[in-house]
């Protein structure tokens, strides 16, 4: 056989294999899938998705990018605990966990590594909610399952967990509404720059103060999630502008309301996240002014990933988009020992148990974990 013929012959063994090894993608089926108490479709118009079964147990990895706060922390910790509980350990026979930053080629890097290393599924927090379409074809064809959750991507080619960011983000506005009225001058704290989570909730809290009928000056920081960052950005802004009549604070609240007491500022009006610190801020001066909205963005929301992954390597039909509750707490419905803890660090999320998923990982057993990648 001459070398061209060779190459003709070769060529076409390659298209072959890759023709059945894109047949391994998932493929679209009728609804409901499995487990639909824990696995809610996002609505009514949410496809399923079904894998080829695998013989388990499983290798998988978590693929986080920014790791710079707390809610990051608290994660990893958790996703190592959850791999550790009696109902999960017999299924997962390898767990991976690394950081890459804030570079999407660097996380786009990782994802296509532990494919070629035979990973069985991939759950992570994307960098930038665009930019993945060549790795998503590339766990397609290796018949890898990959989760993308928190910070998801414009896409309905990979299932997804995710609460509804843009719900959240009209919550704290419909708050601060109620509690500012619908003039003043509002604060908001943003968080990472570039992320679908710090986007959606923003256009969310947009759309309810900017309504028709609403007059608010609005003042706009970034607080990177983080209680030392959003602290020095609220102290900068009250130092430039004065006065605010409330607070939105998409993550690091302990520290801005502490920038707020430091700087001699009333006690206004703060929504904000499930941080213990803010919750046990607000317990103790919700008598002196300090009224606060708590709405979380469960770190426990890794578990729902990682369950999500296991099911479907099972070949059971799964909802191309999960839709987890938004739990939330006030100034009013505050109990020492049941939504925060006065015994636990200020930099703990309180919103962890995931009831409907069969998910209760204790404060204990989750800081209890390591913070580094496990490689």
Request: with cysteine.
């Amino acid at each position: 056989m001459s070398i061209r013929c060779f190459a003709r012959v070769a060529l076409a063994a390659t298209a072959l294999l890759a023709a059945g090894a894109a047949s391994a993608a998932p493929k679209v089926v009728a609804g409901p899938g499995a487990d639909p108490q824990c696995f809610k479709p996002w609505d009514a118009s949410t496809t399923h998705l079904q894998w080829p079964a695998k013989t388990g147990p499983y290798r998988v990895a978590l693929v986080n990018g920014f790791v710079g706060n707390t809610w990051r922390i608290q994660m990893i910790q958790t996703a190592k605990a959850y791999v550790e509980k009696p109902d999960i350990k017999p299924l997962v026979k390898d767990f991976k966990v690394v950081s890459t930053g804030t570079d999407a080629a660097a996380q786009l890097g990782a994802i296509e590594d532990f494919i070629n290393q035979g990973f069985d599924a991939i759950v992570t927090i994307a960098v930038s909610p665009t930019g993945f379409d060549r790795v998503i074809r590339a766990a397609n064809r290796a018949n890898v399952v990959l989760v993308p959750f928190d910070n998801v991507l414009d896409t309905k080619e990979v299932m997804q967990v995710n609460e509804d960011q843009h719900e959240m983000g009209r919550m704290h506005g419909r708050w601060l509404v109620e509690h500012v009225g619908k003039s003043g001058t509002l604060l908001e704290v943003r968080g990472i720059a570039g992320n679908s989570v710090d986007r959606d909730r923003h256009i969310g809290f947009r759309e309810i103060v900017e309504a028709p009928g609403t007059s608010f000056k609005i003042v706009e920081v970034v607080g990177n999630w983080d209680d030392g960052a959003a602290q020095k950005a609220v102290a900068d802004a009250l130092a430039v502008h004065g006065k605010f009549d409330g607070l939105y604070v998409q993550g690091g609240t302990t520290g801005a309301v502490r920038a707020l007491m430091d700087a001699g500022h009333p006690l206004v009006p703060v929504s904000g996240e499930a941080e213990n610190g803010f919750r046990k801020l607000i317990a103790e001066h919700k008598d002196k002014g300090l009224k606060g909205l708590s709405v979380g963005q469960s770190p426990g929301m890794v578990t729902v990933a990682i369950k999500a992954a296991l099911t479907a390597l099972q070949g059971k039909p799964m909802p191309q988009l999960i839709s987890m509750p938004i739990p939330s707490e006030s100034y009013k419905t505050l109990e020492a020992g049941k939504n925060y803890w006065p015994d636990l660090t200020d930099n703990f999320f309180t919103a962890n148990a995931i009831p409907t998923c069969g998910v209760d990982i204790t404060g204990t057993e989750i800081m209890a974990q390591t913070k580094e990648d496990r490689k």
